[in-house]
Structure formats: structure tokens, C-alpha cells
């Protein structure tokens, strides 16, 4: 590991802090930003509410949970060594798998003694004069650092449904976010799932099998495609090493870091038979293809996305026994593609089996949540378990829980109200010293290939401030709107940002969040880090550094 007793010297404080940085988070980005910032030789401290490491996939823990992109594609990329031990079991693998590989890299580092967990952070105050943060934990203690890294995911905070009677229920209720560490035993069980989002439908998909009667309560269908799984034997894991290289070399290429390109050709430049030709294929391929590596015009020209849904729509009704439950799970209020697509396995077949029942509560409202169960307009049904997949807080909730407040005792929840705005989604003005990754209006997609890229940033922008002597970094007004300005600009023309969706932060369970803003950066992987490579090519102008 490399010292660095003169960076060590320039941010040495007026006043004593317990560390150079402290970091929020022990899932994918914060381990990282671990591993990054020990190798400038500072004191880092990781703080983690949860009992173990893994972030996202600690918390979720639900049947069917898993990625999808490929698990090869989404795991770390900066360690040679690592990638040459780890062998995946899936071209997707669960959330079993996923949580052991990264407790095999948090071994693997050392990274664990310099995590504290069950540890909530409760608020986060700047001390201008001392140029440092103030974190107060769940318990009352109190840490200071130089550095604040905020590595706590878009989708983290979990909502419940806004139905009256939710506590009043007897028997066992969970949301997909906040899973019981032990397994449920469903066999023979009455069990509802309100929600068909993308932990909806894996977990519907999965609790089906094993379970008496599986009630789901579905607000709005999503389209969702095929993933085609599939097991990984011991000579394509060794295919799959041998081209790490050039695999991650086309991440870096695509638009969101998946392994899919956009194809280059426009809907109505081929004949409709290659049209339906390509389609099937994408249909019948592996992953995010359907998505992410469709013809170029999908996701902005109306009339191509138009003829891409009614494709997908015309595949669930063949996957779907009856015809009236098939136009129930086909989504009529938005665009193939415009809203994140979950992928499948089985999903629309799960409603062809006796002991799944599919309740639209746009024509069959739920009224409240009762001791036995639910009761809606129509009917009153009992339940021995209810299970809520009903979504997250995104982008904004894991912020808004923590009181964050910075100069001027500015406080960040009220900032963002007012609008939300970041400079490249790693900083914010009025917060020095403040670093998120994956923060708003930072690049989406294939997360760990943006997560690498974000904590680089933030640990060479740190280097460079010990190697001047500053102490102090914070984004000036002006870059936030220039950059604000920069995702307007990126994001024009994209169907999705014309639909309400967490991406576009819109959530009806939560109060103030039914009005559709831009709140993710929707440019090319490319425009992206070239923005980002710029301002630290020109020595970070666009901060000011003291």
C-alpha cells in the first residue's frame, strides 16, 4: 500500500480528526472507495448500517433476487488477481453468490477493520472553519473527518404503499428490501405480493413454485423480457477470463456500460421482415440486448417504440393462457424500454398456474389492510404472509434520511426541494468536501462500471489536493448549472424521460414526489467521462479548491 507522508502533512487540521475520511456505506461503491483511498495512505473509516458488507445485495434478500447484467460484466474490474480466483456459477447470479463474492473481496483486501457496522448514520454536519465533517451516529457518537464519501446506492431507502391499516396486520409481512435473514417457509401458505416491479416480478416468479395460494396485487405492469440464465461450467469460465480484457474494454465503449451496443441502424431503415428478424433474436438472446442493443431510435421516435411494444405485447399474449389476464400485465401507460426493463424467467407464466391469482387495483382498488388480510372494493381476502415490492425512495431517499447540513447551515434535503442539481453527480455546492458516488445526475446503468470510475475520480481529485495543500474542495454555483444544463441537453429527445418512473422521480407513495423531474444523467457512458476527464485534465477548475 502507498504512503504518503507529505499528503498525510497538507491535510493535517487545525483541529484533531478521528479520520481523513469517512465513508457511508459498505456496498459496492464503499468498499471500493476503501481499498482506493488506503492506497494514498489515508485514515479511512466505513460506516454501515447493516451487520455485513454488500450493500444492495445484503439488504435484498428476497427469492429470485439476482443481477441482470452479466455477472462477469458487473463485477470488479481493478484487481488482476481477483478476477483470476473468482469463478461465476451464472450467467446472472443470485444474491447468494453475489453477497459471498464480495465478502470474498472484503477478506481478500483486509478491508473489514476499517468497517464498523450497525452503525446509522444520523446526520452529517460541515464545520467550515475546520474544513472537516461531524457524523453523528444512531448511538449518540460522534466522528470528525476531513472528507465525507457518501457511497449509499440510488435504491436503498424502501417505501411502503400509502394503504390505511399496514401495522394492523397479524401475521408476517415483509418489504423485498428488508428480507428476514432466515428462509421463508411458503409451502402451503396464503401469501400476497403487492407490487410487479423488478423485485416484484422476480420474486413472484420465484415464490410461486413453493407456496399454496400467491395473490398479486399489481398497480401498473412493466414490460419485462426474457433473461435466458443459464449455468457457467468450468471451460466458458475459463473463455470468459481469458477475454476479461477486451470485455471490459466494451463496457467502457457502450452507452451505460452493459455489455450491449445500440445497434447502429434506425427502425424503418431495414424491411419489416429484418425488422421482426432482428427482434426475435434479441428476444431469444441473453440479457439487456432487447434494451440496450436495439435499433438506435427505439427509445426516442414514438412511431419505432411503438412497433417495439406492440412486438414484446404480442409475445406475452402467447406466453399468457388467458386473454384477459394478458392484457392486464401489458403495460398501456408507457414504451418498451422507457421505464427500466426487468428481466425475466417465466415471469408471464407464472399467471398461467391455479395457485396465482393477478388483482388490478386500478379496477379493484385495495381499501386497507386488515388483521387477516386485504380488503378492496370488491372482496375481503385472508393471507398468512404479505409481502410489499413496492420500490424505493430513489436517488433522493437515501440523501433525505441523513441530515445532511452544509455551509451556512444549509441543509441539503431543502436544496434538493428547490432543485435538484449536482456538478457531475459526485459533488454539490454549499457542501465542501462532500464526494457521492452515483450521486443525482451522475451516469446510470451497468453501476460497478460507473462506481470504478466515480471513486477514481473522487481518489485522484483527493490526491491532488494533498499534493497542493488545499483542504477544501466544493463545486462553485456556476459549474452545478452548467452541468445541470449539460444533462438537460444529454437527456432531450429520450421517450424516457416523458414517463413518471424512479428515474424520473416520480413516486405516488411519497408525499411531493408526483411531479416528474430530470433527475439521472441520460447521455452516452462517453459524454460522460469525457466531461469528467476534462475538469480534471484542467486542473479542476470548476471547484473551488483552498
Request: some cysteine.
Amino acid at each position: 500500500m502507498a504512503q504518503s507522508t507529505d499528503f498525510e502533512v497538507n491535510i493535517s487540521l487545525q483541529k484533531k480528526l478521528d479520520y481523513d475520511a469517512i465513508v457511508i456505506g459498505a456496498g459496492i461503491s464503499g468498499l471500493y472507495q476503501l481499498y482506493k483511498l488506503r492506497e494514498l495512505g489515508l485514515k479511512v473509516r466505513v460506516f454501515e448500517t447493516g451487520t455485513g458488507v454488500g450493500g444492495t445485495w445484503y439488504w435484498n434478500r428476497y427469492p429470485g433476487a439476482r443481477f441482470d447484467s452479466e455477472s462477469y460484466s458487473y463485477a470488479y474490474s481493478f484487481s488482476e488477481e481477483l478476477l483470476a480466483e473468482w469463478n461465476w456459477s451464472e450467467h446472472f447470479a443470485s444474491q447468494p453468490e453475489i453477497l459471498r463474492y464480495l465478502q470474498h473481496v472484503t477478506r481478500k483486501f483486509d478491508l473489514i477493520k476499517d468497517i464498523q457496522f450497525s452503525s446509522d448514520v444520523k446526520s452529517a454536519i460541515y464545520d467550515d472553519p475546520n474544513r472537516s465533517w461531524e457524523i453523528t451516529l444512531g448511538d449518540g457518537s460522534k466522528y470528525r473527518s476531513r472528507f465525507l464519501i457518501a457511497g449509499i446506492g440510488l435504491l436503498s431507502q424502501p417505501t411502503m404503499p400509502k394503504i390505511e391499516g399496514i401495522d394492523s396486520f397479524e401475521g408476517p409481512s415483509y418489504h423485498t428490501s428488508r428480507w428476514p435473514h432466515q428462509p421463508v417457509d411458503f409451502s402451503k401458505k396464503r401469501v400476497a405480493i403487492i407490487g410487479t416491479g423488478a423485485s416484484g416480478v422476480q420474486a413472484i416468479q420465484e415464490i410461486c413454485k413453493n407456496v399454496g395460494q400467491l395473490t398479486v396485487f399489481q398497480r401498473r405492469p412493466n414490460w419485462c423480457a426474457p433473461l435466458h440464465n443459464d449455468t457457467i461450467g468450468p471451460e466458458e469460465m475459463k473463455r470468459i477470463r481469458s477475454g476479461y480484457d477486451e470485455m471490459f474494454e466494451r463496457c467502457d465503449q457502450t452507452q451505460a456500460g452493459f455489455l450491449h451496443t445500440v445497434d447502429p441502424r434506425g427502425t424503418f431503415e431495414v424491411t419489416e421482415k429484418e425488422r421482426f428478424e432482428f427482434w426475435e433474436h434479441l428476444y431469444a438472446s441473453k440479457g439487456f440486448g432487447i434494451w440496450q442493443g436495439n435499433f438506435k431510435d427505439v427509445l426516442s421516435d414514438p412511431e419505432a417504440n411503438k412497433l417495439m411494444s406492440d412486438f414484446v405485447a404480442d409475445k406475452i399474449r402467447t406466453r399468457v393462457n388467458d386473454p384477459e389476464i394478458a392484457e392486464k400485465l401489458i403495460p398501456k401507460d408507457h414504451g418498451f424500454g422507457t421505464r427500466r426493463v426487468p428481466l425475466e424467467t417465466e415471469y408471464f407464466e407464472s399467471y398461467n398456474r391455479e395457485n396465482v391469482k393477478l388483482i388490478d387495483i386500478t379496477e379493484n382498488p385495495i381499501l386497507r389492510i386488515t388483521p387477516t388480510g386485504i380488503l378492496t372494493e370488491r372482496e375481503e381476502l385472508e393471507f398468512d404472509f404479505i409481502i410489499y415490492a413496492t420500490g424505493f425512495n430513489a436517488i433522493l431517499g437515501s440523501y433525505d434520511r441523513i441530515g445532511i447540513q452544509g455551509t451556512q447551515e444549509k441543509k441539503l434535503r431543502d436544496q434538493w426541494k428547490q432543485e435538484l442539481s449536482s456538478f457531475l453527480g459526485l459533488q454539490v455546492n454549499n457542501f465542501p468536501n462532500l464526494f457521492m458516488i452515483l450521486g443525482p445526475h451522475a451516469l446510470l446503468g451497468n453501476n460497478p462500471r460507473s462506481i470504478e470510475y466515480n471513486v477514481e475520480w473522487i481518489t485522484d481529485l483527493i490526491q491532488h489536493m494533498g499534493e497542493k495543500g488545499f483542504t477544501r474542495a466544493e463545486a462553485t454555483a456556476e459549474a452545478v448549472a452548467s452541468w445541470y444544463e449539460y444533462v438537460l441537453e444529454q437527456g432531450e429527445g429520450l421517450l424516457s424521460n416523458e414517463v413518471d418512473s424512479w428515474m424520473t422521480g416520480v413516486n405516488s407513495n411519497l408525499e411531493g414526489r408526483q411531479k416528474r423531474i430530470i433527475a439521472r444523467y441520460s447521455g452516452s457512458q462517453e459524454s460522460y467521462r469525457s466531461r469528467c476527464d476534462e475538469v480534471a485534465a484542467n486542473g479542476y477548475v470548476e471547484l473551488n479548491l483552498l
